[in-house]
């Protein structure tokens, strides 16, 4: 298993090479040619918290991407999030990858800080 830092992923991909993986995917999507993609949205109240979860199949791989997030100090404040996407091989059943990154989203300002 290979363990991805948020800094490992931005050295092994450029933005445009994403762009275009994505471009293929929807078009894969849109064809048929992959199953439909999973979708989960889970929230609560209080306090205040929420998670994505994504998955999707090609071929023999299976991507699944949970993000969570959370406003400890209320949602004028910062919101803190936390990415995951693991990377599955079907034929074996083994985990091949995993990717994790987290930080905050300061409010209003549409940056980000880890």
Not at 26 to 38: F, K, N, S, T
Not at 45 to 68: F, I, R, T, W
Not at 79 to 86: D, E, F, N, P, Q
């Amino acid at each position: 298993m290979l363990i991805l830092t948020e800094h490992d992923i931005e050295s092994l991909i450029r933005p445009a090479e994403a762009i275009a993986a994505a471009t293929a995917a929807y078009r894969l999507h849109a064809d048929g040619g992959v199953p439909p993609p999973v979708r989960a949205d889970l929230a609560r109240e209080q306090p205040k918290a929420g998670c994505l979860m994504l998955a999707g199949m090609l071929g023999s791989d299976l991507l699944v991407k949970s993000n969570v997030h959370a406003y400890p100090g209320g949602t004028d404040k910062a919101r803190l999030w936390g990415g995951m996407i693991a990377l599955w091989d079907l034929r074996t059943a083994r985990l091949r990858a995993v990717g994790i990154a987290s930080g905050a989203a300061l409010r209003g300002s549409g940056r980000t800080s880890e």
